[in-house]
Structure formats: structure tokens, C-alpha cells
């Protein structure tokens, strides 16, 4: 089949989650099929570093996408009635580029990679014979969660939760009603994991069998343990993820001010390593004797193996998170919340990594790890095993796969009808 993939930024170096899920399913797609990938390049040099995936199909690029002032957010958020997703990447250029491509050929599928690419793939409707939503997580309930957390101390919290708070409960209200015209518009959406399933089909439950679990997954035969564990020390602790998502940012906050004082109760010399791209002056208030804010490196393998605690204190959020797939396949020990590991079926508390949600109970399940480091390394060799046998990305891929050879016998009747 002929397949048109819309990427809302380019695929190759994969730096962050999206980028590193639209680059293993363009690789597995063009294994089977005639791909060509429409992406958003934001310079030259990043158009050009996508030259080793011309190697494998077809890429074209648009400049872009084009920069939105706070203010304009301000007010789209208030006065427009689609959420802010669906602004955020809004490009004349790229419609124009993909118009052309709709008029040169003809393609079977026309999958947008993300919610805020979804309505480029609705002007495909009636050119194609299916369109396809990849969608990272169920926006709407990311928005839900960050609302109710940020918005918990009423009118006594500080301008700037309160106006995040405000900013996601307008959202959250949006993207439910964008969700569910989505939801009913295309003729298959990819979700990460079961969880996200649910929450989505809550919104339109006669759109059950659009749904199909694709999950994120590791490359695990490139990303293995490091010969020397713990090297940067017993008492230090990592967390890697981008830093200016929002999830993110509350983990870094709950984490420091709630956890961090309790581990410095029960050890000496507690450090935690923040590595991620992107810190803004969030982050950067955060740093101190205790936290050391890395920033963005070539990469984080260094980091995962050399601390003696991999920790995500996630309290929203969605989907999946790679972070933590890619630090079980490096056999980290890890700690936790609930809320981190939700999206990954099948790992334990006690068997995997350590589960933990109240700040004492984060703070023990750290301090056990750093005392002992044969459990780490029990849970570490486990939580390996897990992702090889259920994360990787190859079976992602034939799970993609498996649906898009279920879409081609109906294109290939139409076809044949032709």
C-alpha cells in the first residue's frame, strides 16, 4: 500500500518521545509499504539530518511550524472553541505541500501522527481510502489530571498554578469535545496502551473497534545495561524527561519538595540528577546543593547506569513513558509512582521495580534501593526481561503491522472494483 505520514516535527535524531515513537513506525512501515513522510522541519539543518531515512522512503519537508506568541494562546484559549492542540501546528505552507502531494498520487492510508496533525489528515477524507490518528495519549484526561492537581488549594495557590490550573480545565473541557469528533471522523486510532483505549472509548463507545493498541517500545538491542553501575555514586538519583512538559514539571516539584526533605532525613549526601532538554526557569528555580539540573546531553545511557536510583514521581500524565521503558532495559533500579507505570501492562511492585505514591513511601522505597543494591540489580535484570519480551519495538511494529494488513484487503477490493 501507498501510506502518507504527517509528522508534526522530524522524526530523525529521535530526541524525545514522539519523535522516537513516528521513527520506529516510519521504520516499520517502510518495511511493508510505500511510505512517504510529510514532517515540520524548524531549520535547514534540521532537514538536512533527515537524509539517513531517505535512504529508506520518500521525505518531504516544510519549515515550521510556525511560532505562537503567549498571547495569542491566551486568547485562542479562551475565545476559540478548538483546543489549543488543534492551533498549534496550523501552517498554510504545509497544507499547500500536502494538497500537492494528494494531487500527484494516490494514497491508500493517510495517518496523522499525533492529535495536532489530525486535522491535516481530515483534508484527506475523501482523497484516500482510510485515514489514521496516531494518538500519544488520551489528550482530554491528560488535561482532566493536570487541572484537579494543579487547581487542589483553590484560590490560595500561587498565580502561576492557578492560571495553569484555569489553562487545563478550559482544555480539558475542549479536548473532550475535540476527542469525540475525532473519534468519529477517522477509521482507525492508534493508542499506547490499554488505558488510553478505555479513556477514549468513554467518549464514544460505538468507536471500540477503531480503536488498536500500539504500544511505545525500546529498541533493546541497542539500548542495554552499561558495564559499571552506580558510578556516580550510592546516594545519587536520576530523572530524565523533557522539561518543559507539564507532567514533568509536577513530578520535579512533588519530588523535590515533598521527598527529597525525607531522604535527606534517612541518608547523607542525597543527590538527584535532572537530565532533559528544555529547562526553563521552572526547573532551574529547583536546583540547588541537592539537585543538579544536567540539561540536555547526547545522551542519557551514562546517567541511567552510573545513578543508583532511577526515580519517576509522576502524578498526571498519560500514555506510556519510553523513559522508563528505555530505563527498565538498562536494568535501572527503578522507583516509581502508580501513575508512571500505568500504560505498562504487567509490571510488578516488588518483582520489576518498586511502587510508590505518598512522599514517605518514595522516599523508603529509595533509600531500600540505595541500601541495597543486590535488589536493584534482582528487579533490574527483571524489568529487562519484561521489555524484551513485551516492549520491544519490533513487536510494536508487527502489532501496526497486523492492522494495516487488515486495511489492505478492503483496498485492494476497491481495487479491483476500479
Wanted: no cysteine; proline share 6%.
Amino acid at each position: 500500500m501507498k501510506i502518507l505520514l504527517l509528522a508534526p516535527y522530524p522524526p530523525f535524531p529521535p530526541r524525545s518521545g514522539g519523535a522516537l515513537r513516528v521513527f520506529h513506525l516510519a521504520r516499520g512501515l517502510a518495511m511493508h509499504h510505500d511510505l512517504t513522510l510529510l514532517t515540520f522541519a524548524p531549520n535547514a539543518d534540521a532537514a538536512a539530518a533527515l537524509a539517513p531515512l531517505r535512504e529508506r522512503y520518500s521525505v518531504v519537508t516544510v519549515h515550521g511550524p510556525p511560532p505562537r506568541s503567549m498571547l495569542r494562546r491566551a486568547v485562542t484559549t479562551l475565545a476559540a472553541p478548538l483546543p489549543d492542540m488543534a492551533l498549534r501546528n496550523r501552517s498554510q505552507p504545509y497544507a499547500e505541500a500536502l494538497s500537492r502531494l494528494l494531487a500527484a498520487e494516490h494514497y491508500d492510508v493517510v495517518q496523522a501522527e499525533s492529535i495536532e496533525m489530525a486535522h491535516y489528515a481530515l483534508m484527506a477524507r475523501d482523497l484516500t481510502q482510510r485515514i489514521v490518528l496516531d494518538q500519544f495519549n488520551a489528550e482530554y484526561l491528560l488535561q482532566r489530571r493536570a487541572a484537579l492537581a494543579d487547581l487542589k488549594g483553590g484560590l490560595a495557590l500561587p498565580p502561576g498554578r492557578l492560571v495553569a490550573g484555569i489553562y487545563s480545565l478550559v482544555q480539558w473541557r475542549k479536548l473532550s469535545r475535540y476527542e469525540r469528533r475525532l473519534l468519529r471522523a477517522f477509521d482507525h486510532i492508534l493508542v499506547v496502551s490499554e488505558q488510553d483505549r478505555a479513556a477514549l472509548q468513554r467518549l464514544v463507545a460505538a468507536a471500540a473497534s477503531k480503536l488498536a493498541v500500539v504500544p511505545n517500545g525500546v529498541d533493546t538491542a541497542r539500548i542495554r545495561p552499561g558495564a559499571v553501575r552506580g558510578d556516580l555514586g550510592a546516594s545519587t538519583m536520576v530523572f530524565v524527561g523533557a522539561l518543559d512538559y507539564r507532567p514533568n514539571l509536577d513530578a520535579l516539584r512533588w519530588f523535590t519538595a515533598e521527598v527529597l526533605p525525607l531522604l535527606r532525613q534517612k541518608r547523607r549526601g542525597v543527590r538527584l540528577l535532572v537530565v532533559g532538554r528544555a529547562p526553563g526557569r521552572v526547573v532551574q528555580t529547583l536546583a540547588s546543593d541537592e539537585v543538579e539540573l544536567i540539561g540536555e546531553v547526547p545522551s542519557v545511557a551514562p546517567y541511567i547506569d552510573g545513578a543508583a536510583v532511577f526515580v519517576v514521581p509522576m502524578r498526571i500524565g498519560g500514555g506510556s513513558r519510553l523513559k522508563l521503558l528505555e530505563a527498565l532495559a538498562m536494568e535501572a533500579p527503578v522507583v516509581a509512582t502508580s501513575m508512571a507505570v500505568e500504560g505498562i501492562a504487567g509490571v510488578r511492585n516488588g518483582k520489576h521495580l518498586l511502587i510508590a505514591d505518598r512522599p514517605e513511601a518514595f522516599a523508603d522505597a529509595v533509600f531500600r534501593l540505595m541500601q541495597d543494591p543486590e535488589l536493584g540489580r534482582t528487579l533490574g535484570a527483571a524489568g529487562r526481561s519484561h521489555v524484551v519480551d513485551h516492549y520491544d519495538w519490533d513487536a510494536s511494529i508487527a502489532s501496526l503491522n497486523q492492522l494495516y494488513q487488515q486495511v489492505s484487503e478492503p483496498v485492494a477490493n476497491e481495487r479491483k472494483r476500479r
